[in-house]
């Protein structure tokens, strides 16, 4: 008999304890890995919605004194070659029909979603009440669903893709 009366763990114990002390550690550090991956897709996304909305409002809004100035600041929310194709847009027809027919725009959100999303590209659907008055003073209301394309530039999303539906 042994003195101290201790029962001590055998090497095969001793063995399979730390490695299921690693297999656990490794399990902690990959559900770390995949919740910040979570999390960074949510804040990604979260981001890409406010971004189409604050810029199909911004685009959409506009007053005959004011039209050229309105749609220039929205021109800081989109990306090339969409951003191209929006100036041109705006120089040829919708700043003459604004001002020489007094058409004023306004839209708000009615909702919009996430249609896809990868690290750098989202696709958000944007459900917009849209509101123009023209020189006649009568008020149209139309409600629509633009399609919205985005692109990330550093820590923002800009819009490479606008189509109504």
């Not at 249609?115 to 509101?131: I, M, P």
């Not at 009568?138 to 109504?164: A, C, K, M, N, Y």
């Amino acid at each position: 008999m042994t003195g101290g009366g201790a029962v001590g763990i055998g090497p095969r114990v001793r063995t399979v304890l730390v490695v299921l002390l690693v297999v656990l550690a490794a399990a902690a550090v990959g559900m770390t890995v995949l919740d910040r991956r979570a999390e960074e897709r949510q804040r990604l996304a979260a981001g890409a919605v406010a971004a189409a909305e604050a810029a199909s409002l911004a685009v959409l809004d506009y007053r005959p004194e004011t039209v050229a100035g309105d749609l220039a600041a929205a021109e800081q929310l989109l990306a090339p070659p969409f951003l191209d194709r929006f100036r041109e847009q705006s120089r040829q027809v919708t700043v003459p029909r604004s001002t020489a027919g007094q058409v004023a725009s306004s839209a708000r959100s009615a909702g919009s979603a996430l249609a896809g999303l990868d690290d750098d590209e989202a696709f958000v659907v944007v459900y917009l009440d849209r509101h123009t008055v023209g020189a006649d003073g009568i008020p149209h209301v139309l409600q629509t669903v633009v399609e919205v394309g985005l692109v990330r530039d550093g820590d923002r999303w800009l819009v490479s893709g606008f189509t109504p539906r």
